[in-house]
């Protein structure tokens, strides 16, 4: 190996499932709170009339003010400080100039970078007033996150976290995506292990306490499949239906789970209230 690989060696995805120790905790709990922070931001500035490209101009400020450096500037190409992700767009939306409008439902997803941690979010938005299915879409999307992530413990299996998911949303007669996953994270923006949120109990890599990575379930309302539009990047549904994402940073700790990016100011539930 030569001395620059060596040097890079420790920051390459490996094939195997990082155990992480108390200062990578202590790293995944500044940047979480970061991009919980600049999501808060988002939360009292989006509105009827204001731009996803305003949105990620609040993103990128914030992280800037904060030393902090966006994950997905110049990653992979991409060019924005945010994924904003309107409608039927399930993941990977690029910011622009056009107006949100009422009835909109968008994704804010934000990743920052922090002393080399990297804290990964997301959360809905409702623009104005909403469709009834939108917010039930909104509400069931929050609770099979929160479900998936209330698997997690050691000694369980990922596909745990898949199963919980899946078998709570499904009988809402919504679908779950396949093709983009939730992923580890830490030094690493997308490290292993790959984390379905469809799944059978038992099933993939034990879970064990100093594994880092993001629980991130994109539900639509119709069909699960997607496609990417001619720009690269952005994902839509085939059939054009309604898709909603919230993402949250985990670590596996001795007794179950520590979430890394929950808001300081409690904004991370949705609010509609639908009887689940
Ligand atoms: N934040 C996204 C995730 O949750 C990744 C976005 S990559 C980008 O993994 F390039 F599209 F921004
Ligand atoms: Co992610
Ligand atoms: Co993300």
Known sequence: MSYVEAASAPLRKTGHIRLHGPEAFAGMRRAGQLAAQALDLVHEMVGIGVSTEA??????????????????????????????????????????????REGDIVNVDVTLIVDGWHGDSSRMFAIGEIPRRAERLIDVTYESMMRGIRAIKPGGHIGDIGAAIQEFVEPFHMSVVRDFCGHGVGQLFHDEPNVVHVGRRGEGPEMLPGMIFTVEPMINLGRPHVKVLSDGWTAV??????????????GVTETGVEIFTLSPKGYHKPVFGTPL
């Open 237 to 250: 549904t085939r059939d054009r239906s309604l898709s909603a994402q919230f993402e949250h940073a985990i």
């Open 55 to 100: 949105i990620d101009k609040v993103v990128f400020d914030f992280a800037m003010d904060s030393g902090a450096l966006p994950a997905t500037l110049m990653y992979r190409g991409y060019r924005h400080s945010s994924c904003t992700s309107i409608n039927h767009v399930v993941c990977h939306g690029i910011p622009n100039e056009k107006p949100l």
